[in-house]
């Protein structure tokens, strides 16, 4: 079983950063992917980022391409979301995630709460 519990969100002003962590209890590597997710009311969850536990390949989508980036830190047992160049579309509820992927199609397993990122134009 991976519990995740995400940390690191805030409100922000449009262009500035933030981090979000996503600390793993229990055998990450267990699931070969983690990653990011976000939703806004009446819209549906959106993969944001997602990457390998072992060979660590990163997928970005197309909206935060060049502004986001992705790591995991072994030694944490932790996931980051570096983000910056913050839009206000970029506001969300914010979900870190692990899993595996069917057909291409990253298909979590296990989620964390949710972290709030409101960014202010």
């Known amino acids: 079983q991976v519990q995740l519990v995400e940390s690191g969100g805030g409100s922000v002003q449009a262009g500035g950063s933030l981090r979000l962590s996503c600390a793993a209890s229990?055998?990450?590597?267990?699931?070969?992917?983690m990653g990011w997710f976000r939703q806004t009311p009446g819209k549906e969850r959106e993969e944001v980022a997602r990457i390998g536990t072992v060979g660590r390949r990163t997928y970005y989508a197309d909206s935060v391409k060049g502004r986001f980036t992705i790591s995991i830190d072994d030694a944490k047992n932790t996931m980051y979301l570096q983000m910056n160049s913050l839009k206000s579309e970029d506001t969300a509820m914010y979900y870190c995630?692990?899993?595996?992927?069917?057909?291409?199609?990253?298909?979590?397993?296990?989620w964390g709460q949710g972290t709030q990122v409101t960014v202010s134009s």
């Open positions: 229990g055998y990450i590597y267990a699931s070969n992917f």
């Open positions: 995630a692990a899993g595996e992927t069917y057909r291409g199609i990253f298909r979590p397993g296990y």
